[in-house]
């Protein structure tokens, strides 16, 4: 079993809609929750940490649930420049060390 | 700009041949490098973890003979694939972190091995 699972897709939606993607972790022991994004041929950028008691930024929300072991991000508003891989990552065995998800491609389409 | 300098951004070469990969912290100290690969349509894997001044620490499967790591400054760590082979062909991706600075990654490496 991946230390960190996500649908990898692809998810085709239309712009303006609202799109959530989920993950699941096995290792109880992580510290630290984020989720990044990759565009193609790119190195991941962070889009935002993730915390039990959510956060947004913008039209981007993140949830953290610890008792689940299961990390969400909910995209509202959709913009064909949200068109990207996005990438679930936990840290293990200290806070720099990520682990990453297959990612989750996302089409947005005109 | 760039804090994390990874170099060169693509390389194609023949099978047999070593290639070395170079990242640098631009305006930070780098105490930690990370390495990292990733094949087409898959995640990120951490190769090895790379401290200033000691042997670095590979990751279960990666073999510490065929990607030989260096990180001899706190500015500079080298990844080099030795006697490469077409399932080398990847992209390869550096991240650096140090004292309060967030973890940066590298633009990344195609490497081709033909």
């Known amino acids: 079993r991946k230390e960190v699972e996500q649908d990898p897709g692809p998810f085709n939606v239309p712009e303006g809609a609202t799109v959530a993607f989920n993950c699941t972790y096995s290792?109880?022991?992580?510290?630290?929750f984020f989720w990044y994004r990759q565009d193609c041929r790119k190195e991941p950028k962070l889009l935002m940490s993730?915390?039990?008691s959510g956060n947004e930024d913008g039209r981007f929300t993140a949830q953290l649930n610890r008792a689940s072991q299961y990390i969400s991000l909910l995209i509202r508003d959709s913009k064909l420049s949200d068109s990207a891989t996005y990438l679930c990552?936990?840290?293990?065995?200290?806070?720099?060390?990520?682990?990453f998800g297959q990612g989750t491609r996302l089409t947005i389409n005109p | 700009g760039a804090v994390v300098s990874q170099h060169p951004s693509w390389v194609i070469c023949k099978s047999g041949t070593s290639v070395k990969i170079e990242c640098r912290s631009l305006?930070?100290?780098?105490?930690?490098m990370f390495w990292y690969r990733q094949f087409p349509k898959q995640s990120l894997m951490l190769m090895a973890t790379?401290?200033?001044?000691?042997?670095?620490?590979?990751e279960q499967g990666v073999e510490k003979d065929k990607f030989l790591i260096n990180h001899a400054s706190l500015t500079l760590s080298t990844l080099t694939v030795t006697s490469a082979h077409p399932e080398d062909s990847s992209f390869y991706i550096c991240?650096?972190?140090?004292?309060?600075?967030?973890?940066?990654f590298g633009n990344g490496t195609r490497l081709t091995v033909t």
């Open positions: 290792n109880s022991a992580s510290q630290s």
């Open positions: 990552v936990v840290t293990r065995g200290g806070a720099q060390k990520l682990v």
């Open positions: 993730v915390y039990s």
């Open positions: 991240s650096a972190a140090g004292g309060n600075s967030p973890l940066h």
């Open positions: 305006d930070f100290q780098a105490t930690t």
């Open positions: 790379s401290n200033e001044g000691s042997k670095a620490t590979y």
